[in-house]
């Protein structure tokens, strides 16, 4: 079984910076792309940034040059460092993944249970 945690969520003024990271744990085989989505509350959840096995990035508008995500293959360990953050920022972030288990069971697709971010004007 493949299981996704992330941590590093937290409230913090506008401005400051947050550290997310997302560790994913089980019979993996291989990471695809992984990524980051947020979702607030009466929105939709959105794309904030994805990353290739091979270390391509995209972002969304809204979080370029403030956003960087980045991965460690060897511990299965992907981060999402948020620099300049502003309130509207605020959501529960979701880590997301592609991973071909060790035993193919036609599951492909997980997720975290999400970290709360909260940043105050």
């Known amino acids: 079984q493949v299981q996704l945690a992330e941590s590093g969520g937290g409230l913090v003024q506008s401005g400051d910076s947050l550290r997310l990271t997302c560790v994913a744990s089980g019979s993996i085989g291989i990471v695809n792309e992984v990524a980051w989505y947020r979702q607030a509350p009466g929105r939709e959840r959105e794309l904030v940034a994805g990353?290739?096995?091979?270390?391509?990035?995209n972002y969304a508008d809204s979080v370029k040059g403030r956003f960087t995500i980045s991965r460690d293959n060897a511990k299965y360990e992907a981060y999402l460092q948020m620099d300049s953050l502003k309130p509207e920022d605020t959501a529960v972030y979701y880590c997301?993944?592609?991973?071909?288990?060790?035993?193919?069971?036609?599951?492909?697709?997980?997720w975290g249970p999400g970290t709360q971010v909260t940043v105050s004007a």
């Open positions: 997301n993944a592609d991973i071909e288990p060790t035993v193919p069971n036609g599951q492909y697709d997980f």
């Open positions: 990353i290739t096995l091979e270390g391509r990035t």
